[in-house]
């Protein structure tokens, strides 16, 4: 859940369903019908030190470079472009596996993933808005676990930082 890997997706999978859309000047919108595997890797490892993860979580959550993947599901990327600015963002649920960096398996369960962004582009304007959020319930042989983590930046029209939201947490049961 490294905080920076996490916003750039936010951020890029915002532009690139914004892009995709069209780039004329008139307004447009559109939505596209995906399977959840196209947002792969919906989460990566290891987290930064910002994220708690319970004592009883499997050691490899905080050391090693695990993947969160959906292997089933559905989603849809959208955007809205008009003369005010651009905006999109994609959501995905389904069934997801943690894996470990060998590809070991060893949690399944439901995975759900928002992502959004824009900017105002109003006479030049810098102002953005980005947000992501991921919720993971799983199960495997060493029991269950609970992933959250959620993200919102947002910058005024001058492109100074307004609000940088980061909150993420991993619990775990035998």
């Known amino acids: 859940m490294r905080a920076r ?12 369903c914004v892009g995709v859309l069209g780039t004329s000047a008139t307004a447009s919108a559109s939505a596209q019908k995906l ?7 919906a989460l990566t490892g ?22 969160l ?3 089933s599901g559905n989603a849809v990327s959208y955007g809205v ?3 005010n600015g651009d905006w999109g963002g994609g ?17 399944t369960g439901h995975l759900h993933l928002w992502f959004g962004g824009g900017q105002n582009s ?6 953005t808005e980005n947000g992501f959020t991921v919720t993971y319930q799983g199960s ?27 909150n993420a947490s991993a619990s775990c049961s035998p």
Request: aromatic share 6%; hydrophobic share 40%; charged share 5%.
């Open 91 to 107: 959501n995905a649920e389904g069934i997801g596996v943690l894996s470990m960096s060998d590809s070991t398996p060893v949690y």
């Open 140 to 166: 495997g042989p060493s029991g269950t676990i609970s992933i959250h983590a959620n993200i919102h930046q947002t910058t005024n029209n001058s492109g100074t930082p307004t609000a940088n939201v980061f």
């Open 35 to 41: 399977p959840a595997t196209a947002f792969n890797p």
């Open 122 to 127: 109003l006479s030049g304007a810098n102002q």
């Open 5 to 16: 890997t996490i916003v750039r997706l936010a951020a890029v999978g915002a532009i690139v």
């Open 69 to 71: 993947n959906f292997v």
């Open 46 to 67: 290891p987290p930064p030190p910002a994220v708690v993860i319970s004592p009883n979580c499997p050691a490899f959550l905080s050391s090693d470079a695990w993947n």
């Open 81 to 83: 472009m008009n003369k």
